[in-house]
């Protein structure tokens, strides 16, 4: 039934059928693809749930504070000193940036205008460090909703208009913050899909070497991520998913790097039947056949383990689901369609200069991992046993991983404009006005709610106390921190605890920091609340394409083995080698997602091909056939993905290259340590109880020197 269904895929009529139609898909989604920059959301309030304190506060403030609203710096700098010339060219420069497109209607606040207002008792900020070496002009940008897109363009005018002759100007602040973070992003649609396809290209070209079958994988991975994204655009434009710089970028990744891995299994099993089959139309049908579940049990445990990321609170993280499933799912209807397409349409001669003949011996039969399974054989218990104390050890590592939040500076990196205007900010005085506690509260406790402020370090006098809709009042203080520190987190909950206590008042306190803080609450429950989701879902996954229960069991406790290895040795790379200040709170979890249900689908791949080979020839001869089989294009595969993650590290982003690196590892841990030594040396050890309760392996019988050393033969 499933080989006639394969066979229909790839007949002699029906591949060009196939052919047309995907290329007719391509061509439409093309038109979108492109287009997905346009529609990311990668303002952090966004992403928040509607119960974090900050949100209810950003409802409240609606009607009286623009949502969109971006309070921005311009900082002026010069060792020695501002002279009297660099004041006056600041307020030259006031004006003419308040008749920009986008300066809201309360123009900018220049140093003249702020010590004039200080004269009169206004509590307004100081703009002139004590040494006179900074200054800087403070004015807030408001593009709209969708205006976020609008904001590099205005950084750039804004540089072009302030400017120091001989010394320095650094656009800071939320503006500031915003155009860095573009900058960070730029070219992700297109560098970051060049750079991932070059190096797939030198470790297909290594792995086949072919000068041409590399290309038929690479086509089909351009194509699936031109649909995938696509997809993604319209479902972002016209059903509100949640789409940011972070999640396009590890869509294309994922996209390229899955899809490669399901084009090296399918085509190691191709290049198999090839040796077995005349006819190449019929050898794809028979590799098909055998290849397509373990792709398909691939392809639904990684996309369903994404889909548990829409049960997160933050919504970047929830975003994040959908949008990788779709990558996942589109990239492997196109490799079990497109790809064998192409290989039947091509015929043997794509694989030059090693043709796979017609009744050709089987290399993989006395190759490097056969020699592996042969070694394993002789003392599997033992191997199990130290190959698992030693994982063990490796998790350890995760004692030093630090996962309190990264401050503005420690983001990136490399050093962005707006880090280098918040550190002289800092150096000399200054406090960055643009970040402030906003507190919302009953206006008959709001004196004491005020009150309560007193003393809280680092938090400045709060402003005049206005106004909301019914017998609700606000104001605001300046925190004199970075917006996204550990240290800014700790005012704002000293903040909240302080107007709570307040009987009565009702009080509420957002703000910026306020933002990253529940940020990272949301991130810990999350985490707590996803992790044991994404195990039972693949799990399940497992119980059934395997049809055991001891299997599964064991599978998914060597990932979470390997999970807690790769982050034990991240952690330490992290912190003694790249020098990173810490990590995202939400790097944990993505780390677990990634590393689980990507780890997962090398198990897949050894254990549906011992599945196959146990019914011929028992559990532990059908493992040695089965590493020795796979061993070479699981390696590959392994080899590919790791590679693809690890270009996440070319974007100026600290969580994207821990990701990257953290990913890599593990899956690297996966495919040379845990598949072809852990799981095979448990396999060997315990023979056919590892499909309890069926009784697949009903003679479960050790294999014998003599057995372990015999050449190897795969199924026909």
Known sequence: M??????????????????????????FMGMFSTQLVDVQNNEASSWLPESAESTQVLDELSESVDPNDIPTLVVYHR????????????????????????????????????EAAAAQGAPVPTLVSDDREVAYLYFVLNFGADGWAAIPDAADEIREIATLDGGEVHLAGFGGQAADSAE???????????ITLSVVVVILLFTYRSPVLWLLPIICAVVANTIATGLVYLLAKHAGLTVNGQSQAILSI?????????ALLLVARYREELRRHADRHEAMAFALHRAS?????????????????????L?????????????????????????????????????????????????TADGLWAGVGRRISHRPRRVWVTTTGLLLLACLGLFRLDTSGLATEDTYTKEFDSIKGQKLLEEHGLSDNSNTVQVVTDAARADEVVASLAGIELLGTPGEVQPLSGDRVWFEATIDADISSSTAAGVVEDTRDAVHAVDGADALVGGGSAFYLDTKIASVRDSWVIMPLVLVVVLLILIGLLRALLAPLILIATVVLSFGAALGISALLFEYVFGFAGSDPGFPLFAFVFLVALGIDYNI??????????????????????????????????????ATFLVLGSLPLVFLAELGVAVALGVMIDTLIVRSVLVTAINLDLGGKIWWPSRLDREDAPLTATEAEAPLETVH
Request: include cysteine; charged fraction near 15%; aromatic fraction near 6%.
């Open 2 to 27: 499933h080989r006639r269904i394969a066979g229909s895929l790839t007949g002699p009529v029906t591949k060009w059928i196939i052919f047309a139609v995907v290329v007719v898909v391509t061509g």
């Open 79 to 114: 060792d020695g000193g501002l002279t009297d010339d660099d004041l006056a060219q600041l307020e030259a420069d006031g004006p003419e940036i308040a008749e920009m497109d986008g300066v809201t209607e309360q123009g900018v606040l220049t140093p003249a205008a702020a």
């Open 184 to 194: 960070a992003f730029e070219g992700i649609d297109t560098d970051l899909i060049l």
């Open 254 to 262: 994922l996209v390229i790097g899955a899809g490669t891995d399901y």
């Open 293 to 313: 579940p373990a792709i398909l049990a691939s392809a639904a445990t990684v996309a369903v383990g994404m889909l548990c990321l829409s049960f997160a609170e």
């Open 315 to 363: 919504n970047s993280t929830a975003g994040l689901g959908p949008v990788a499933a779709i990558g996942v799912v589109v990239t492997m209807l196109v490799m079990v369609t497109l790809l064998p397409a192409l290989l039947v349409i091509c015929g043997r001669w794509v694989f030059w200069p090693k043709r796979p003949g017609f009744g050709s011996p089987e290399p």
């Open 605 to 642: 791949f050894l254990m549906t091909r011992v599945r196959e080979e146990t019914a011929t020839h028992g559990t532990r001869r059908g493992s040695l056939i089965a590493l020795a089989s796979t061993g070479g294009v699981i390696t590959s595969a392994g080899v590919v993905l790791a």
